[in-house]
């Protein structure tokens, strides 16, 4: 029995000790809890917002734009590593950004085209497939080159798309005026360590999908990242996903010192509710209430409604803001940290679509691009542009093309008309060109650049002016290589593509048009006050060309026909060699 009680008694002091660190560790884990600063009243220097903007398009569609901002700031300048010490900034975004020196970079992922000729211009401007502009920091142990290489292929693993293809001298070019960094104060921004590249044929699905919603600090369990529907996203007329990452800077500064940085997160789809009665969570196919993203600063949904419109909204907006002159109709801002549990219910007449056409109706937008392959055979083609200027005041316009190798541009073909007039390649003034000039049949610069064979691509560049109802047309020509085997790609057949070109359009800001759309989410989108004017980026069409294709099936023909002659050949000698003749009639 005195074994038994021992026994027990050391069972007690276990138990004792057991339960003594359990309440030592859950004290201590309180303690380290309420000492440790949360999200909510710490004095933190990240902010996360989201907002999503709804607009009726004069076609009775639907525009969808979702915009997630997560801003880390610091006090510090040039601080180095901008990761370890956040909670909302994703680590992999902040971890490529120093690893490669990037200061600014933009990558979009895009299926379809948007119809500017029905829907105006969108709020993020991308084109068809993956594009990727990135301004680097100076650094002289590695080039831009180097790190160029090595941000494709990082962010071709966090996306889970063929963006390290970018790498390829083929797909990379260099832009001079095109693009401009939200943030042109850093001197070094001068477009020498600018790099950019589009792959036309990247197909959009839902692996790309999966880890943009990664990097949301609530990702899909609540906030507007609820409604990232892959079902109903991938249905659609429009579906464009991009990502910008750009430093931040003080309005008061002359020179960014790189106070911060932030990261902006869209998704833009045109979609149809099919119904004249919809509500949010139906129309992206969820069933369940929205819940507030507890990390979410600013939780926001806009509603563009036309002021003599007959759409019905429910629940009533905590506040309506006009838009600006000549944007035409209302904006319905509902903050969704007072009505985030109700469904924002769209109830629309039952023949909406009929009246859109009246109530929904604007003007074209004031700059159109067309562009197509000219030509025939499978020598020579050609490419034509067409720039339509449909408003009654000159606009100042930048065109940029980059064409890959294996269409050798003859730039002596260029040919560029303003109407019936051609304008002469030699005629470049060093004025400085603004929309009120009369310099409308002069090149501010002309840049061409020809391919390397297997190499860069041909570039053109070129800025002029564009007169009051004018057109303008670009007529170049260019001949078909003959690629090896090894070159085509699986599916060669198919053909090859040429990337968008981009046209810069400097509408001015005082345009009475409803083009561009106004929202509060892009208001990033800068207007230069000293010379009162817009930059909208248009894409044109990707081109599909087919070069000229060898029959890969002749390899097969060329094996079956060898291995016959050969097999009949060593098959009828080797039947006189071993075969043995009976006699028959012995």
């Not at 076609?59 to 997630?68: A, E, P, T, V």
């Not at 991938?234 to 790189?258: F, G, I, Q, R, W």
């Not at 390397?452 to 560049?461: A, D, H, N, V």
């Not at 800025?463 to 085509?488: G, M, N, R």
Request: include cysteine; proline fraction near 6%; glycine fraction near 4%.
């Amino acid at each position: 029995s005195s074994g038994i009680n021992a026994e027990y008694g050391e069972a007690n002091t276990i138990d004792h000790h057991r339960h003594s660190f359990i309440h030592i560790f859950s004290v201590l884990l309180l303690l380290t809890i309420q000492c440790t600063p949360t999200l909510s009243n710490a004095k933190t220097n990240e902010q996360y917002n989201e907002e999503l903007f709804l607009r009726t398009l004069p076609d009775g569609k639907l525009l969808s734009h979702f915009q997630f901002t997560i801003t880390w700031e610091h006090e510090q300048e040039n601080k180095e590593f901008l990761g370890y010490d956040n909670y909302l900034f994703p680590k992999p975004i902040a971890h490529i950004v120093q690893q490669y020196g990037v200061d600014e970079f933009h990558i979009s992922f895009t299926q379809g085209r948007w119809n500017y000729k029905k829907w105006g211009y969108p709020l993020k401007s991308a084109p068809t497939g993956v594009e990727l502009l990135s301004w680097f920091k100076p650094n002289n142990n590695s080039s831009v080159d180097k790190r160029w290489e090595g941000l494709t292929n990082a962010l071709s693993g966090i996306f889970c798309g063929s963006i390290q293809f970018l790498a390829d001298p083929a797909t990379t070019s260099f832009p001079k005026h095109t693009f401009e960094p939200y943030n042109n104060k850093n001197a070094f921004n001068n477009n020498e360590n600018l790099r950019y590249g589009v792959l036309p044929r990247e197909s959009i699905c839902t692996e790309n999908l999966t880890p943009f919603t990664k990097l949301l600090p609530c990702r899909v369990n609540a906030g507007l990242g609820y409604l990232l529907n892959p079902l109903r996203l991938y249905d659609v007329y429009y579906h464009s996903m991009a990502t910008h990452v750009k430093p931040l800077c003080k309005a008061e500064e002359n020179e960014c010192k790189n106070n911060g940085v932030q990261l902006t997160l869209t998704l833009t789809v045109v979609i149809d509710p099919a119904k004249a009665d919809w509500s949010v969570i139906n129309l992206f196919g969820r069933s369940k209430p929205l819940l507030k993203c507890p990390l979410a600063s600013v939780s926001r949904i806009y509603f563009v409604k036309a002021l003599d419109s007959s759409i019905y909204i429910s629940p009533q907006a905590d506040y309506i803001t006009p838009l600006k002159k000549g944007m035409g109709n209302g904006v319905t801002d509902i903050n969704l940290e007072e009505v985030w549990n109700y469904n924002l219910n769209l109830t629309t007449v039952l023949d909406l679509k009929v009246k859109n056409s009246k109530q929904f109706s604007s003007p074209f937008p004031p700059v159109l691009v067309h562009r197509q392959v000219t030509g025939f055979g499978g020598e020579r083609g050609g490419l034509a542009t067409k720039i339509f200027n449909l408003v009654d005041k000159p606009i100042k316009i930048i065109y940029y093309s980059a064409v890959p190798w294996y269409f050798r541009i003859y730039f002596h073909t260029l040919k560029v008309h303003i109407n019936d007039t051609l304008i002469p390649t030699s005629k470049i003034t060093s004025q400085k060109i603004t929309n009120n000039d009369t310099l409308s049949q002069t090149f501010h610069y002309l840049i061409q650049s020809p391919a390397e064979l297997r190499s860069t691509p041909s570039i053109l560049e070129f800025e002029l002016v564009i007169p009051s109802q004018s057109t303008l047309s670009i007529e170049i020509d260019f001949e078909k290589a003959f690629l090896h085997y090894t070159e085509h790609p699986p599916d060669s057949n198919h053909g090859f593509d040429i990337g968008a070109a981009v046209v810069v359009a400097f509408l001015p800001s005082s345009m009475n048009a409803p083009n561009p759309f106004w929202s509060p989410v892009a208001s990033d989108r800068s207007t230069n006050t000293e010379t009162d004017f817009t930059p909208i980026h248009i894409y044109t069409e990707n081109l599909l060309v087919s070069l000229p294709t060898p029959d890969f099936s002749m390899l097969y023909n060329v094996v079956a026909l060898t291995c016959t002659a050969v097999f009949l050949l060593f098959g009828s000698n080797l039947n006189l060699l071993i075969k043995r003749w009976k006699k028959t009639f012995d």
